[in-house]
């Protein structure tokens, strides 16, 4: 009842009280795909229970109070010292805690620990994505501190020990430990040569002292960050902890917090460095190569990031749809709608199914499925981070005018979901980054055609994407303007790929006509209505 004036009536129910994880078909699919049968029943246990968790009412209200007391910098105590602390509000830890504890950060040493964190990661998302940033700081740094065994010795245990420890103290008196990374500088963006910070040696071996800023610092309460410095032999990866071995704090001046568009529950802050104490990383001079592997893992988490957003998104319309009634029966039963729907659904399982496609090949490890993921990851970056914006903006329509306001949780998801395309090097970086592994390395094109080519004969509009995408890169002429459109077409074909192996006949039918067939417009919702729609939606609907 709403007082004496009218009866509540024809209002969705919340989506709450239901397992993220066993609901969406197209993650449970991947799991089964891509885990081994001895590991299934455990990494199955795990991820429905951390489903349940993530779609319980209490988690969501604990990401809308995150977001609604967002992350404040306190420089200086009553006494006037500086203590340069970010103050987040009781139900950030809290959320922290519970993904650390999920193996958010753990991948690394666990039975499929790829594909299992992937779909952790992409379930996770749909809680808040604010606190992603710190745990996929932490999981990436690992494959970078293991070029220095020293230092993997000593951080490692505590990286992945899936135990969360908010105190600041020396990290051999922590039992777990956060990661976080600063490269970029005002001048430079992601053009990080242009670094000028600098990083004079010290007399012991391997320690330096730091002098410059970074523009852009991931979660500046972490326990230690890898940096970017220019020492004497060039631009250098160095290790600068939070708190010293003595218990000191470390000169780590931060300077202010972004005011940002989205992910408003987790800090980004601008932090400078003054005699700042620093470990080397890997080689002087070889800061990129050694950093390279972290920014890797961290542009496959931007995919994941995407892909659960997108998820979410979907859930939310296709459940308000099938609620809501309109002009004599239900929203998901009007062809329109249902078309709206079907295209948004399937955009959703492609993402999801290239994204743990690549954690797959990640925890296989080998020579061909590493030169895979050379093309395929900044494809992947490139493509699906782009398509979640769109995506979650038409799904909000769904919803009307609910899905404009606060309540609704479409907001948060609008404003969070163009972070990932700008996160790890923006479009124009990722596109790049592909152009020069197809011209220098021949092994990743190879894998990659070899990836797509188990799918040849499966779908003849597939076959003729193939087709042309190898005529278009046979034409170097002006190559490099085309990046953007090789990219998406190189992510588009090898989403077919997966789809028409592995999905469900009418998923792969409407995405091959539409993404690759060209039957569709410039918006969601123009799918050919020859297509089986309905059961589209039936398979993206998150609760019966």
């Given at each position: 009842m709403a007082g004496s004036t009218h009866t509540v009536t024809n209002q969705p129910p919340p989506l709450t009280g239901y397992d993220v994880f066993t609901a969406d078909k197209a993650l449970t699919a991947a799991v089964e795909r891509h885990v081994e049968p001895g590991a299934l029943?455990?990494?199955?246990?795990?991820?429905?229970?951390?489903?349940?968790?993530?779609?319980?009412?209490?988690?969501?209200?604990?990401?809308?109070?995150?977001?609604?007391?967002?992350?404040?910098?306190?420089?200086?105590?009553?006494?006037?010292?500086?203590?340069?602390?970010?103050?987040?509000?009781?139900?950030?830890?809290?959320?922290?805690?519970k993904g650390v504890a999920a193996g958010l950060t753990a991948a690394w040493n666990r039975p499929a620990g790829h594909v299992r964190r992937a779909a952790a990661f992409l379930v996770w998302t749909q809680v808040d994505a604010g606190n992603l940033c710190p745990l996929s700081m932490t999981h990436a740094a690992v494959p970078a501190l293991r070029q220095e065994p020293v230092l993997a010795a000593e951080w490692e245990p505590r990286l992945t020990s899936m135990i969360y420890d908010r105190e600041a103290r020396p990290a051999h008196r922590k039992a777990g430990a956060l990661f976080g990374m600063a490269m970029t500088e005002k001048q430079g963006?992601?053009?990080?040569?242009?670094?000028?910070?600098?990083?004079?040696?010290?007399?012991?071996?391997?320690?330096?002292?730091?002098?410059?800023?970074?523009?852009?610092?991931?979660?500046?309460?972490?326990?230690?960050?890898?940096?970017?410095?220019?020492?004497?032999?060039?631009?250098?990866?160095?290790?600068?902890?939070?708190?010293?071995?003595?218990?000191?704090?470390?000169?780590?001046?931060?300077?202010?917090?972004?005011?940002?568009?989205?992910?408003?529950?987790?800090?980004?802050?601008?932090?400078?460095?003054?005699?700042t104490w620093a470990r080397r990383v890997g080689e002087e001079g070889r800061g990129v190569r050694t950093i390279i592997e972290m920014v890797a893992a961290t542009r496959l988490d931007c995919v994941?990031?995407?892909?659960?957003?997108?998820?979410?998104?979907?859930?939310?319309?296709?459940?308000?749809?099938?609620?809501?009634?309109?002009?004599?029966?239900?929203?998901?039963?009007?062809?329109?709608?249902?078309?709206?729907?079907?295209?948004l659904a399937v955009e959703s399982e492609a993402a999801t199914t290239l994204a743990l496609r690549l954690a797959a090949a990640y925890d296989d490890g080998g020579e061909q499925e590493r030169a895979f993921l050379r093309i395929a990851v900044p494809a992947a970056k490139y493509w699906v981070t782009k398509r979640c914006a769109p995506l979650?903006?038409?799904?909000?329509?769904?919803?009307?005018?609910?899905?404009?306001?606060?309540?609704?949780?479409?907001?948060?998801?609008?404003?969070?979901?163009?972070?990932?395309?700008?996160?790890?090097?923006?479009?124009?970086?990722?596109?790049?980054?592909?152009l020069r592994a197809l011209q220098r390395e021949p092994a990743a094109f190879n894998a990659?055609?070899?990836?797509?080519?188990?799918?040849?004969?499966?779908?003849?509009?597939?076959?003729?994407?193939?087709?042309?995408?190898?005529?278009?890169?046979?034409?170097?002429?002006?190559i490099e303007?085309?990046?953007?459109?090789?990219?998406?077409?190189?992510?588009?074909?090898?989403?077919?790929?997966?789809?028409?192996r592995f999905a469900p006949s009418e998923v792969a039918d409407a995405f091959c006509a539409s993404r690759l067939g060209g039957d569709a417009g410039a918006t969601f919702g123009t799918l050919p209505s020859t297509l089986d729609l309905a059961s589209v939606v039936d398979r993206a609907r998150p609760v019966n």
């Open positions: 029943d455990d990494v199955r246990g795990e991820l429905e229970a951390l489903g349940r968790a993530s779609g319980s009412a209490q988690l969501q209200e604990w990401a809308v109070q995150a977001n609604d007391n967002p992350p404040r910098l306190r420089t200086h105590d009553r006494y006037g010292h500086r203590v340069d602390e970010v103050e987040f509000h009781p139900a950030w830890h809290r959320l922290l805690g963006g992601s053009d990080v040569r242009a670094n000028t910070t600098t990083a004079t040696p010290l007399a012991e071996e391997g320690r330096y002292e730091l002098t410059g800023h970074k523009w852009f610092c991931s979660a500046p309460m972490s326990d230690g960050f890898l940096v970017l410095a220019q020492a004497p032999e060039g631009l250098t990866c160095l290790l600068l902890p939070r708190v010293l071995e003595d218990g000191t704090r470390n000169t780590f001046r931060i300077q202010r917090l972004k005011d940002k568009l989205g992910n408003r529950s987790n800090a980004s802050a601008e932090v400078e460095f003054d005699g994941l990031g995407s892909a659960g957003l997108m998820r979410q998104a979907v859930a939310q319309a296709v459940h308000h749809c099938t609620h809501r009634a309109a002009f004599g029966g239900k929203l998901v039963d009007k062809p329109l709608m249902r078309n709206v729907l079907a295209d979650v903006v038409e799904a909000a329509e769904c919803l009307g005018g609910n899905g404009y306001v606060e309540d609704s949780g479409l907001p948060r998801l609008v404003r969070e979901s163009p972070l990932n395309s700008v996160w790890e090097g923006a479009g124009n970086v990722q596109a790049l980054d592909v990659y055609l070899q990836e797509i080519g188990t799918s040849r004969g499966a779908d003849h509009r597939l076959d003729a994407a193939i087709k042309d995408l190898l005529t278009d890169l046979a034409d170097l002429d002006g303007s085309r990046a953007r459109r090789l990219t998406e077409r190189l992510a588009l074909v090898l989403q077919g790929s997966l789809l028409v």
